[in-house]
């Protein structure tokens, strides 16, 4: 009988032993320190720093965005790719600074110091892709009673980012319906990929779906690729600006099938203030010129306001426009445009 108490004495200490072996590892994972201006000091792991935003995640206060120049020093073990301002990168872990207001790189190819201010992006290496992924879903609706006339808006975004390019999808479409008259529906889906080159230099492929009717067409499906250059890049605000050309195929309303080679413009501008509320604000603009039809100009322009009202949750202003010289069906109108308010979450 003793001898079998004891056996059963030390099962416990070993179940313990074993679920602590396993707890371990996720609790001491968090071991990057953090420092704020004001003194704070944080323990957490850090995932990336983006528009003037640095993203910590915490054991007990969940995961935290702090304004990165309120941030003091920044010390963590794991391997980052970091970019500053003027477009350099580098790939290295974060050492304890020497003094508050720098950033201390210990890689491969030895040691450096930039100064925090300097820095646009972080990157956390080896993350899985759901922790990579973000994105917003934006919902919007207007009914008049007077002329029983009805739209419903939907904007969803998603975007994966990995060191040294990114890959987002983003989906928007427009329903109007009123008695008497045929829907109009207007839909855009397109696939992008961007890779970052040294130097603010960038790549970029495009890949879009579309329909819209107004403007003489059931179908256009296009594939676009080009080069291009961030003209400004600050912990506020980006501007970037390309050339390129895009193939397209178009099945028209009433017509024949056409197939089109274009030069292709591209602009886009970010602008984001990262105190709360968070306040983002983005303009594309496309423009096309053909080169098999060279009297064709189309031109595609979406803008959107953003304002955080609680955490995570928006409201969203947004105006579209879509102009084209020579709709691929005759009598088509050539212009299109769009302003919607709609309630999101982001993601």
């Not at 200490?13 to 072996?21: E, H, M, Q, R, S």
């Not at 973000?134 to 009673?145: E, K, L, N, R």
């Not at 296009?222 to 895009?246: A, E, H, K, P």
């Not at 969203?316 to 020579?326: F, G, P, V």
Request: aromatic letters at 8%; proline letters at 4%.
């Amino acid at each position: 009988m003793p001898r079998e108490r004891q056996q059963r004495g030390t099962s416990v200490p070993l179940g313990v032993a074993l679920f602590l072996a396993f707890a371990t590892p996720a609790e001491a994972a968090k071991t990057d320190i953090v420092v704020l201006q004001n003194g704070d000091r944080i323990t957490c792991e850090i995932d990336q720093l983006e528009r003037g935003r640095l993203r910590l995640k915490t054991d007990d206060m969940g995961t935290l965005e702090v304004e990165w120049d309120k941030v003091a020093s920044v010390t963590a073990a794991a391997t980052f790719e970091i970019e500053d301002l003027e477009g350099r990168r580098y790939y290295a872990a974060l050492d304890p600074p020497s003094r508050p207001g720098e950033l201390n790189l210990v890689g491969s190819d030895g040691r450096r110091t930039l100064e925090l201010l300097t820095v646009g992006r972080i990157s956390r290496l080896g993350e899985t892709f759901l922790k990579r992924l973000d994105g917003s879903i934006d919902i919007g609706a207007s009914y008049t009673s007077a002329s029983k006339l009805f739209q419903f808006d939907v904007a969803v975004e998603a975007r994966y980012e990995r060191p040294g390019y990114e890959v987002s999808a983003d989906l928007s479409t427009t329903l109007t319906r009123q008695p008497d008259v045929e829907d109009v529906q207007r839909v855009s889906l397109g696939m992008n990929f961007l890779g970052r080159r040294p130097n603010r230099w960038l790549y970029f492929g495009q890949g879009l779906l579309e329909q819209n009717r107004e403007l003489g067409f059931d179908l256009r499906t296009s594939l676009g690729i080009g080069f291009g250059r961030y003209m400004i890049q600050s912990r506020r605000d980006d501007l970037l600006s390309g050339l390129g050309l895009s193939v397209n195929h178009e099945v028209p309303v009433e017509g024949d099938h056409k197939v089109n080679t274009e030069a292709l413009v591209a602009i886009r501008y970010n602008r984001f203030s990262y105190d709360f509320p968070k306040t983002d604000v983005q303009v594309s603009l496309l423009g096309y010129k053909s080169v098999s039809d060279r009297d064709r100009i189309r031109a595609e322009m979406d803008a959107s306001l953003r304002r955080e009202v609680l955490k995570d949750f928006n409201i969203t202003l947004r105006a579209y426009e879509s102009y084209d010289n020579r709709p691929p069906t005759e009598g088509a109108e050539s212009n299109d445009f769009g302003l919607t308010l709609a309630v999101g979450w982001s993601y």
